[in-house]
């Protein structure tokens, strides 16, 4: 059983480009989660994408986006990146939106760098 | 306006003895709580959960305890071994904007473990 993985590991931007991250789900999982810590917080919620469709969204612009595939692979997408996006990116899997939610399991993130 | 604040960044406890690790909460829509293990360059994991009926939950070393009237839980670590050197993340969920499986974190506490 693969965990779940995210690609790049690290990544350098400039302010105003935009960046893609992807993740792999858990083999068997139909959710993902994206989250975003920042440094010296805990991990706020993105959004979540449960069977391709986005299933519940958190205080983050528009310009934050994302896409589930049929699969259950996933992307994050940042348009017009700003300073305040550097950040570690997690996503987590899980079997259908669980009323538990001790089933979300995290990969090991993407460090966005903005300069 | 933080939903989930873990009060302090560190602690430090000798080998063999309790760690407990506090967390309080404001959010009365809160229905389930979890607690996260973070090592560097890793993505949370998963340690033990629970739901807002029960005001205790047990797994081998880690215990949960949950005062709904307090809105606090702590989580204690018996005996603490090097190994449970992480940050640890205090989560929480419920069915607040509209859905129950996105994770409200607080800040994380340090704890470190000396041999």
């Known amino acids: 059983e693969t965990g779940v993985t995210q690609s ?12 893609t991250l992807r993740c792999s789900s858990q083999s068997g999982h139909n959710t993902v989660s994206w989250y975003q810590q920042a440094l010296g917080q805990g991990p706020q919620f993105i959004f979540q994408y449960y069977r391709e469709e ?20 996933s992307e994050l997408n940042v348009n017009a990146l700003e300073l305040d996006d550097s950040a ?26 903005v300069l | 306006d933080q939903q989930v604040k873990q009060n302090s960044p560190s602690l430090s406890v000798q080998e063999g003895r309790i760690s407990i690790l506090n967390c309080d ?10 607690w996260y293990k973070k090592y560097p360059a890793e993505g949370p994991t998963f340690l033990i959960s629970i739901s ?5 939950n047990e797994d081998g070393r880690f215990t949960v305890f949950l005062n709904k009237s307090a809105k606090h839980l702590s989580l204690h670590i018996v005996p ?7 940050v640890y993340f205090c989560a929480a ?15 994380g506490t340090l704890l470190t473990v000396n041999p």
Not at chain 1, 8 to 16: E, F, Q, S, V, W
Not at chain 2, 28 to 33: C, K, R, T
Request: hydrophobic share 25%; charged share 15%.
């Open chain 2, 80 to 86: 603490s071994q090097p190994g449970d050197s992480a």
């Open chain 2, 25 to 34: 909460y404001t959010n009365s829509m809160f229905d389930y709580f979890l």
């Open chain 2, 52 to 56: 807002s009926i029960k005001d205790k």
């Open chain 1, 88 to 113: 570690l990116y997690l996503c987590a899997s899980s079997f259908d939106p669980p009323v538990s939610t001790d089933t979300q399991y995290f990969g090991p993130g993407t460090r966005l760098t």
């Open chain 2, 93 to 107: 969920s419920g069915l607040s904007g509209g859905s129950n499986y996105k994770l409200t974190f607080g800040k």
């Open chain 1, 54 to 73: 986005e299933n519940g969204r958190g205080n983050f612009p528009p310009r934050f986006s994302g896409l589930q595939f049929p699969n259950y692979s």
């Open chain 1, 8 to 19: 790049p590991t690290h990544l350098i931007k400039t302010r105003g480009q935009q960046v």
